[in-house]
């Protein structure tokens, strides 16, 4: 198999992974994440843990998506651009399609009491695919009881204010410069994510432009500003 031919073999592959993981996977950005950590460091070996803990912890400290972010980040190491440019558009466009049918959906058979009934059904067994999640991304990411101690007091802190503070990923990425070693020793992994932003017709019958425009104003603030991604 020639240079090429492997390139091109290797796009197919992730293109089909993230085709699978767009329409299949449930629960969430953090249940998302938990499942490409034990696929993709686990299974298919493309990542190391250290690789794969790293690309946690860049995503997580940005705005925006984690899961998408995430996932965008890895086929960017594993294929380069052309690879995030396909990983990403292959897993956001499942995703756009069920939300948007189910959005339609919902409009239209939201007052119905079984379809209310499905989301209480639903919703505890998110929250059980969330917390086995987090269970194993803190496996991943926990070395030491300095970690444990930053985890704890963002934890405690985020809960007191009730808000993602990015001060928070600032100062704990200060202490982890201080304690583990300097910024001048290690070069740090850079990050080149193309933004690819989806343009998405409207679902509601009827939507005016001064709606569409706060909707749009709105979304941009949030993924803009902020920060802790799937939390």
């Not at 299949?24 to 696929?39: K, T």
């Not at 972010?69 to 440019?85: D, E, K, M, S, T």
């Amino acid at each position: 198999m020639t240079t090429t031919q492997a390139e091109r073999h290797g796009k197919t592959e992730l293109a089909r992974y993230f085709l699978r993981l767009g329409f299949l996977g449930f629960g969430g950005p953090v249940a998302l994440v938990g499942q490409m950590e034990r696929e993709l460091v686990n299974d298919k070996k493309w990542l190391t843990k250290e690789q794969m803990r790293e690309s946690i912890a860049i995503c997580q400290s940005l705005p925006g998506p984690l899961a998408i972010q995430v996932g965008i980040y890895v086929a960017w190491l594993r294929c380069g651009f052309w690879g995030a440019w396909i990983g990403g558009w292959c897993f956001i466009l499942p995703n756009f399609v069920i939300v948007a049918a189910l959005g339609a959906l919902y409009v239209y058979l939201g007052d119905l009491q079984p379809v209310t009934a499905i989301f209480y059904g639903v919703s505890p067994a998110v929250i059980a695919l969330i917390l086995h999640s987090c269970y194993r991304l803190a496996k991943l990411g926990m070395e030491d009881w300095l970690q444990w101690a930053i985890a704890g007091v963002c934890l405690v802190i985020t809960v007191v204010l009730q808000a993602e503070v990015a001060l928070l990923f600032i100062g704990a990425g200060i202490v982890g410069i201080l304690y583990y070693g300097s910024i001048f020793k290690r070069s740090s992994t850079a990050m080149q994510i193309a933004l690819i932003p989806a343009a998405a017709p409207a679902v509601a019958p009827a939507a005016t432009g001064s709606t569409l425009g706060k909707l749009m104003l709105f979304f941009l603030k949030a993924g803009s500003m902020t920060f802790g991604s799937g939390s």
